[in-house]
């Protein structure tokens, strides 16, 4: 018999904002497998045991935990955000589908959880109120041009944006071309919000106009949120600002 391998997101990095069901897989798991800082933020009991490991290194994690697991421990496998969404669910079943075949029969759950532009948009009022989709600015697992292309057609397809991964010292350039190409397709004055570490002390919520967008407003803890041409903002005199993306979508007559 194999163990259980539970896949959790530790939610944005507030607390609270760390599922029920993800707090009980922690209680049910013996091996907690993940990045350094993810795992940090679980309050481990004495006899459960932290397997934690640097970036960049999610598939060999992921293949750790399934082999733990195999052997029946109870593994737990630690993302920030939700699991889901480009974190480590993905890892494992890429594991699983390479891997030995008694790697398949691991009973594994993967539990939902918060991921950040979820985050980010109930502070600042509910920009992905109508449709939108979140892109990867990292090219380290997919060539840039097709990062470009997918920006350009979303954009002109009038979707909100969510950028994650948008800039760190190794990729210092990618989100400066992103407002680049988002501007050939957008208004100026499209919302452009900076949503840093939304929920933590820390947290840093800004919103400017893509013409005046700049990528040094961001770093590896900021989501990007675009808005669409429909996308408006709420001026508050004695509050912030509340950006939202209407519901229903006004077609122009023919």
């Known amino acids: 018999m194999t163990g259980r391998l539970h896949v959790i997101g530790t939610g944005p ?95 594994l759950v993967v539990v939902p959880g918060v991921t950040a532009m979820l985050a980010v948009a109930a502070r600042i009022g509910a920009p992905l109120g109508h449709d939108f989709c979140a892109i990867s600015l990292s090219d380290n697992l997919k060539p840039w041009e097709i990062i470009e292309k997918r920006l350009r057609m979303v954009a002109d397809a009038g979707l909100v944006i969510a950028l994650y991964n948008p800039i760190s010292k190794a990729r210092p350039w990618q ?41 040094e407003r961001a770093d590896m803890a900021t989501c990007v949120v675009i808005g669409s041409p429909e996308t408006r903002i709420i001026a508050r005199p004695d509050l912030p600002d509340l950006v939202y993306t209407p519901r229903f979508l006004k077609v122009p007559s023919k």
């Open 13 to 107: 990095g507030n607390p609270d904002q760390m599922t029920p069901e993800a707090l009980r897989a922690v209680e049910a798991s013996t091996e907690f497998f993940g990045y350094f800082p993810y795992i940090d933020r679980l309050n481990l009991r004495p006899d459960q045991i932290k397997v934690a490991s640097d970036n960049r290194e999610e598939l060999n994690r992921a293949e750790a935990a399934l082999k733990r697991a195999a052997a029946g421990v109870d593994v737990c496998v630690v993302s920030g955000g939700d699991p889901g969404v480009f974190a480590m669910a993905a890892a494992v079943c890429e594991a699983i589908d390479a891997g030995p075949e008694e790697w398949k029969s691991v009973d």
């Open 175 to 215: 989100l400066g071309k992103a407002f680049e190409i988002l501007r050939e397709v957008l208004p100026a004055g499209t919302p452009v919000i900076f949503g840093r570490a939304a929920g933590r002390p820390d947290e840093r919520m800004l919103v400017m106009p893509l013409g005046e967008a700049e990528a």
